[in-house]
């Protein structure tokens, strides 16, 4: 039996060992129910693993098997099953997330269709169009304070019904300006080939052919759309967008242009290359994709931003009644609203829109739609084109347009009319001060030629007092004491030196004929002896009364008593005793010792000659008597005689220089020195006086002519601020030749009086010091002491230091009225200055208004759009993975770590539903059977 079993399972192991559970199986039914059942399952499991398509599943229901092998098969099976059931999952899950793939294709086409170009000027207010509409400073409130203005705000400008079609249309740039210059395919188009829309960035204006005249059969600029724009940045003023140049967005024909949000900023001056490629998307709706295709109440064609802006019309019209002028609407509904419901209601709403866009609008993407990608490249714009621009007949236009927009934004931007309103309140309170300026010096000046007449005119009463006391005691010395010395020489003393040498030989002569014994002729002899006696007696005589006319002359200046008593004028001659300078006449007797030699020499010499005389009348009684004479005496006689002769000429020329003539010679100096100091007083005084009356002269120039025009152009800048002037005449006004030269004058006028006042300065203190050299004269002449008692002049015997301290004060005060920088005070610095910056602020105006190159660059610029080759991108969407692809992955899954197939889970079901549900339904039978 055992070898019968052997060769079964040589022959078929599983058969065998299938029959032998059975057969155990069916010997123990008899122990139990439940062991019966769990033997039964055993054994089918075995029987379904042993005939499973399953790879392994086999070595884990064979018996025979040892138990680890069992074990490891059974680990290896499960392992194998959980990777399988990760992948299952795995790849359920890929299939459930709905996967797509994007298809990427290049296609060429002969002919491409030219897409919508809109262009929007970043300036969204015309400035001459809004001053014209009176609506500049409204538009400036609501974009300069946007977060205080309100509906409230409306009211002062009566504009609470005005809407916002009529701001933003009214007030936009036109296109006829904003667009320069257009080409189409080599082909001038005009303007109105542009169609005005209204888009979320303001009033814009797009290029769109038709699908005929929009096909482009070529690549490159000749075959595209080349633009000239003026974006007339001389026109901008405050609005939503503070940039200047323009945005663009090129788009598809049904698009509706979001070119705030999508558009590419441009700057002025530039030349813009845009190169184009279409790029069409496709994209699958649910549950591969969230594309829809939606009907719209105020879109015809569905895009995600039109959906955006059909629901924000909805919300508006919901919440306001109204839209914004950029919202679609259908027929006028809803009507667009006014500024008042703007502020009131539409502000808002616009405001709070993307906070609540996910919540209430659904605006799924596109299904189908076009995008056009872009590469910009810039260069400038070139010399020779700017010159070609400026030799056209355009820059009469441009300067006429740039002349009307620059007055007006002078004229209504608070910018630059505060700079004019500043500088009419600088120059009306520069003018008040350089006027009263003005007054203070017209007065200052009237006072300084008041004050220096006053100071001449006593001066000159001083100086004619003292010059009149001068040639007063002049004359007294010339007639009361020297007039006497003249006489004395009439009379006697010019009889003693005359010929004294013959009178002496004459005497010698006569006494040696007395002694001539050859000359016997007593008769004779007595009438010569006689006549010599009468000749020396005579001249004795005459010496005698020399010596007493000397000594009368002398004794008069000792004791300075006049000799004469002549009247001067028809001064009283009781005036002539203390007019006369005594001290003077005095100090002469013996102020050197040339005076005092003189007079000793002017009394011994001639009293020597009166001794020689008397010598010569006794050598002359000697000789008549003895008919002798000594020789030795009578030389020493004629010898004497002539000495003292000789040298009492001498003395009496020194007695006369040094005493008799000194007091009317120093006299003389004084007076010409009293005479000098008073010329250089006078020349200051006429140097002060002159200048002082041309500074009169020139303050009535400054008033009547300088003053005068200052304030006609203070009244120029009043007459622009009332709006009866424009900044044109304003600025010609500044800048002409007559403000230019009126600024000279007032710089050489201020300059003049500033070297004046140096000068004058200068002037005033040396006619101080020369009027104190005068009091000085005059006070320190002891010789006049007499004479100011007499007459009662006590000023003249103060002293100089009173005279001196009055001096000063008096002065002083002129000279603190000479400060006229004191009074100016930099005023005049300060009116330049003002004049200076309003000449530069218009100077900046004017030149504001030139049509040149800069000009052009900031106001022109140029677009080159065209296809950069002729084709197109298509991405589309496609289903990633399918059913049929999940399947397959299963498959594969379970063949790879398994071994099975489909059909291994249909063994797995069959063994499922047929053995064990039919081996339950046996067991039922039994039990009933039983």
Same mark, same amino acid.
């Given at each position: ?113 030219? &897409? ?170 649910? &549950? ?45 509904? &809803? ?242 005793? &203390? ?352």
């Amino acid at each position: 039996m055992v070898s019968e079993s052997n060769d079964r399972r040589g022959a078929n192991g599983f058969i065998s060992n299938e029959m032998i559970n059975m057969i155990d199986t069916s010997e123990k039914m008899d122990e139990a129910q439940t062991k019966k059942d769990k033997t039964s399952i055993s054994d089918e499991l075995c029987l379904f693993g042993e005939s499973s398509s399953v790879h392994g599943l086999k070595y884990v229901s064979e018996r025979s098997s040892h138990c680890f092998r069992r074990i490891f098969w059974l680990l290896v099976i499960l392992c194998c099953l959980g990777v399988l059931i990760y992948q299952i999952v795995d790849r359920v899950r890929y299939f459930t997330s709905n996967p797509v793939t994007v298809n990427v294709q290049v296609n060429y086409n002969s002919t491409l269709v030219f &897409p919508a170009v809109t262009i929007c000027n970043q300036n969204a207010f015309k400035a001459t169009l809004a001053a014209e509409k009176k609506r500049y400073k409204l538009i400036e409130d609501m974009f300069t304070e946007p977060e205080s203005f309100n509906s409230t705000s409306l009211q002062k400008d009566l504009a609470e019904n005005i809407t916002l079609e009529e701001l933003y249309l009214q007030g936009a740039h036109k296109r006829e300006d904003f667009i320069f210059r257009a080409i189409w395919m080599g082909k001038t188009m005009n303007p109105d080939d542009f169609d005005q829309f209204v888009t979320d960035h303001g009033v814009c204006y797009t290029f769109k052919r038709s699908e005929t005249d929009g096909k482009v059969s070529s690549p490159g600029i000749e075959n595209g759309l080349r633009l000239t724009l003026n974006i007339e940045q001389y026109e901008y003023m405050p609005g939503p967008h503070d940039a200047a140049g323009i945005k663009m967005l090129i788009h598809d024909h049904s698009d509706i242009p979001m070119v705030h949000a999508l558009g590419q900023a441009i700057s002025p001056g530039s030349r813009v290359f845009v190169g184009m490629k279409i790029i069409e998307l496709e994209n699958l709706p649910e &549950p591969h994709g969230n594309c829809e295709e939606k009907t719209l109440e105020y879109v015809d064609t569905y895009t995600s931003e039109g959906c955006r802006l059909d629901c924000l019309t909805k919300r508006a019209k919901s919440e306001c009644g109204c839209r914004a002028l950029y919202m679609p609407h259908n027929n006028g509904d &809803p009507p667009v609203c006014t500024l008042k419901q703007y502020y009131d209601c539409l502000k808002e709403v616009i405001e709070r829109f993307p906070t609540l866009y996910y919540k209430i609008c659904s605006c799924p993407v596109s299904c189908n739609f076009r995008l056009f990608e872009t590469d910009l490249s810039y260069g400038t714009t070139s010399d020779y084109n700017l010159r070609k621009y400026l030799s056209s007949n355009d820059t009469t236009k441009f300067a006429q347009d740039l002349l009307n927009a620059t007055e007006v934004t002078s004229r209504y931007e608070d910018t630059k009319l505060s700079v004019v309103q500043d500088f009419y309140s600088t120059l009306t309170n520069d003018t008040e001060k350089i006027s009263n300026v003005h007054e203070r010096l017209v007065t200052l000046v009237d006072g300084l030629i008041n004050a220096t007449d006053v100071v001449y005119q006593d001066m000159k009463n001083h100086y004619d007092f003292k010059d009149f006391l001068y040639k007063y005691q002049i004359y007294i010395m010339q007639k009361n004491f020297m007039r006497a010395r003249d006489a004395m020489e009439e009379r006697h003393i010019h009889i003693v030196p005359l010929a004294y040498t013959e009178f002496i030989l004459l005497i010698e002569k006569s006494i040696r004929k007395l002694a001539d014994t050859q000359f016997p002729n007593d008769t004779s002899r007595l009438v010569i002896y006689g006549n010599l006696n009468d000749k020396i007696d005579s001249r004795l005589e005459i010496t005698e009364r020399v010596i007493a006319n000397y000594t009368s002359l002398r004794d008069a200046y000792i004791a300075g008593q006049k000799i004469f008593n002549y009247k001067y004028m028809d001064i009283p001659r009781a005036h002539n005793n &203390p007019a006369t300078p005594k001290k003077l006449i005095q100090d002469s007797v013996n102020h050197n010792s040339y005076a005092n030699k003189s007079t000793v020499q002017f009394e011994s010499f001639i009293n020597k000659s009166v001794v020689t005389l008397n010598l010569c009348k006794d050598l002359a009684g000697i000789a008549y008597a003895s008919y002798t004479v000594k020789e030795a005496d009578l030389w020493l006689c004629v010898e004497d005689y002539r000495h003292a002769m000789r040298n009492w000429m001498y003395a009496r020329s020194l007695f006369y220089y040094e005493i008799v003539e000194r007091p009317e010679r120093i006299l003389q100096e004084r007076l010409e020195n009293f005479e000098s100091l008073w010329t250089e007083f006078q020349l200051m005084f006429q140097n002060i006086n002159q200048s002082l009356y041309s500074i009169r002269s020139e303050n009535t120039d400054f008033g009547s002519d300088i003053l005068t025009s200052i304030e006609n152009s203070n009244r120029q800048l009043e007459q622009y601020l009332v709006a009866n002037a424009t900044k044109l005449s304003l600025s010609e006004d500044f800048l002409s030749n007559t403000t230019e030269d009126v600024l000279s004058k007032l710089t050489l006028y201020f300059q003049i009086l500033k070297t004046r006042q140096t000068t004058l300065t200068d002037w005033i203190s040396r006619l101080q010091s020369s009027a104190g050299d005068i009091w000085q004269n005059i006070l320190n002449d002891e010789d006049s002491y007499d004479y100011y008692t007499y007459v009662n002049k006590n000023e003249y015997l103060k002293n100089f230091t009173e005279i001196e301290s009055d001096l000063k004060s008096n002065f002083s005060t002129i000279l603190d009225d000479v400060k006229f920088t004191d009074v100016i005070d930099g005023q005049d610095g300060q009116l330049l200055s003002t004049f200076n910056n309003i000449i530069a602020h218009m100077k900046e105006f004017q030149e504001a208004l030139k049509v040149d190159s800069d000009f052009i660059r900031d106001n022109l610029l140029q677009i080159n759009i065209f296809y950069r080759e002729m084709s197109y991108e298509k991405i589309d969407q496609q289903i990633a993975y399918d059913m049929f692809s999940l399947w397959c992955d299963i498959g594969g899954t379970m063949g790879l770590f398994l071994g099975a197939s489909f059909l291994s889970i249909l063994e797995i079901a069959d063994f499922v539903l047929h053995r064990v549900v039919q081996r339950k339904v046996t067991h039922r039978i039994d039990d009933k059977k039983m």
